[in-house]
């Protein structure tokens, strides 16, 4: 339930901490003294849209607090202990909207984003305003409130779900079976290019081979000359080779007297030696290897210009190839298999097709019995509110099958017969003004005693009535009470009476400026405001005495 609201410098109010209790609570006061204000603050906690007009005159930021004990609310506590956010059975909503429009909201002193706090309110507080009936015009609103009263709403969304999911894989098939002609033609094609590369059949790091080979081919009598010259200046040649040079060297430093101070010389000389005599067997073994084959050089060019020719033709480097080849052929793998990935998508789409039905189904009869329920409950309720010949019906039309939705299987909408013989038409076109009022208000009632949430809000809502319907009203609403926590807004006076608490909003002026104050009243200033509302410009004995009457026949009922 709702334990407490704090709100500061917003609209016309400074600072107000109030405490809510258990029950029914009324809060009224004369017009434009800030009855809504309380409602639009805590709106605020729970989400809704704010701009910076919200901030009082001459302050920075509005702060709007909302305190809930969420001890017996479960769908709130498992969301809360979801998002990490549980604090001992305790939820904090704060909303903070600064001068400049900049807007933040906290669950429990945690910065969250707003559709977080939209998705949690669901759980903590079911607000109706007195703009409701203009809602009931809509059959998407019918809907809706159909499926709160059965408890369906879980139903529902699980139907939706899967309508969404059979959508998406029928959406996939279409696609994919109108595609099928376009699929066949790129089948040929890949089929008709990998049959190509399968006849050269390239392999990663050939072409590289390959031109080092040809370039070595082409150059081997150049190279087999080259060496052999090379051959002849370091090891093999007569006269003065490298080598023959070296042994001269050595045997001159041989020969020198002071063998203690050339030993360095001596090393260096010995180790080009044996570096020349390793050169020269290196490049006799390279030599060995190169061999003039002009056959062989033109099956390498050959091949060399079969791997261009093809590298061109398919707008790649001729090195990339086997990677080509590769990605085809895993195409054409995967294109050659769809007929059974299309087989399979296929079943698939039956089978959500069928499971969308299936909970539809589940859907629909949820929604029939509770449309019986609910029909005849808004009755009694309308001949309690002095339409005596109403007839109210909720009408479920199944639809054509190309029109199923992810709302199920029916539509619903809200027939109302507000005269003997008259046949039941939609509310809209057959209600009066006062009589959508009450039409609405019925609803609103009956579909409030099956809510699970804990905190109901109904704002205004008996505008348009008055006497014994006003007195029905408030009866019905301390009934709400009993079982829950009710805030209701109201310039009734029977309404009012019924209250097991009342608050009472007035404005007052100060340097200036206004404020709006709101506060709890004792049984005696209950009867004053009670016969306030009676009407009259004074208050007379005898109002006072009709609205001590009315307080205490509330509390003997």
Request: hydrophobic share 35%; with cysteine.
């Amino acid at each position: 339930m709702l334990n407490q609201i704090n709100i500061r410098d917003y609209a016309i109010v400074d600072e107000l901490d109030l405490e809510l209790q258990n029950g029914m609570t009324v809060v009224s006061g004369e017009t434009g003294a800030g009855k809504s204000i309380m409602l639009d603050a805590l709106g605020l906690t729970l989400g809704d849209r704010a701009d910076s007009g919200a901030v009082r005159n001459g302050a920075e930021r509005a702060e709007i607090t909302a305190s809930f004990d969420v001890s017996n609310i479960p769908e709130a506590q498992a969301w809360l202990h979801q998002q990490e956010l549980d604090q001992d059975g305790e939820c904090i909503l704060r909303r903070v909207i600064t001068r400049e429009g900049r807007s933040r909201c906290y669950i429990n002193n945690r910065p969250s984003p707003i559709g977080a706090v939209r998705e949690l309110s669901e759980h903590l507080i079911d607000i109706h305003g007195q703009h409701e009936h203009q809602r009931l015009l809509k059959k998407e609103h019918h809907r809706l409130l159909l499926d709160q009263y059965a408890g369906a709403g879980i139903q529902a969304g699980k139907t939706q779900r899967t309508f969404n999911e059979w959508r998406k894989l029928d959406k996939t098939l279409r696609q994919l079976t109108e595609a099928s002609d376009e699929q066949a033609a790129r089948i040929q094609l890949l089929s008709y290019q990998i049959e190509e590369l399968d006849q050269i059949s390239p392999t990663e790091g050939e072409l590289q081979d390959l031109e080092q080979e040809q370039k070595q081919l082409a150059n081997a009598s150049e190279i087999l000359h080259s060496g052999h010259q090379l051959m002849a200046l370091t090891t093999e040649g007569e006269g003065d080779n490298c080598l023959a040079l070296l042994n001269q060297c050595l045997q001159l430093l041989g020969n020198m007297s002071d063998q203690q101070g050339v030993t360095q010389v001596s090393e260096m000389l010995n180790s080009a030696h044996i570096q020349i005599e390793e050169a020269g067997s290196e490049l006799r073994h390279y030599l060995d290897g190169v061999e003039l084959n002009p056959e062989r050089q033109m099956e390498v060019e050959e091949r060399l210009s079969t791997l261009y020719d093809v590298a061109r033709k398919h707008k790649v480097q001729p090195e990339a190839l086997p990677r080509l080849h590769q990605e085809l052929a895993e195409e054409l793998h995967d294109l050659q298999n769809s007929d059974e990935a299309l087989e399979q998508l296929q079943h698939d789409v039956e089978q959500k097709r069928d499971q969308f039905r299936e909970e539809a189904k589940k859907l629909s009869a949820m929604r029939a019995k509770a449309a019986r329920k609910l029909s005849k409950a808004v009755d009694e309720q309308l001949h309690n509110l002095g339409m005596l010949a109403a007839n109210f019906t909720v009408q479920l039309t199944p639809y054509e099958t190309d029109q199923l939705n992810a709302t199920g299987l029916e539509e619903v909408e809200f027939l109302i017969s507000t005269n003997k013989g008259q046949q039941a038409r939609p509310l809209a076109k057959i209600a009066s003004g006062g009589e959508l009022s009450r039409i609405s208000l019925a609803i609103q009632v009956i579909t409030a005693q099956t809510s699970s949430t804990p905190t109901l809000i109904f704002d205004e809502v008996d505008v348009g009535i008055g006497g014994a319907v006003a007195e029905v009203v408030g009866r019905l609403m301390r009934q709400l009470g009993e079982r829950t926590q009710v805030l209701c807004v109201t310039h009734q006076p029977q309404v009012a009476s019924q209250g097991h608490q009342h608050l009472f909003v007035s404005k007052k002026a100060r340097k200036q400026q206004t404020f709006t104050r709101i506060n709890r009243l004792r049984t005696d200033e209950r009867v004053q405001e009670v016969a306030r509302m009676l009407g009259g410009i004074e208050i007379t004995e005898r109002s006072i005495e009709h609205a001590r009457e009315m307080l205490n026949g509330a509390i003997t009922h």
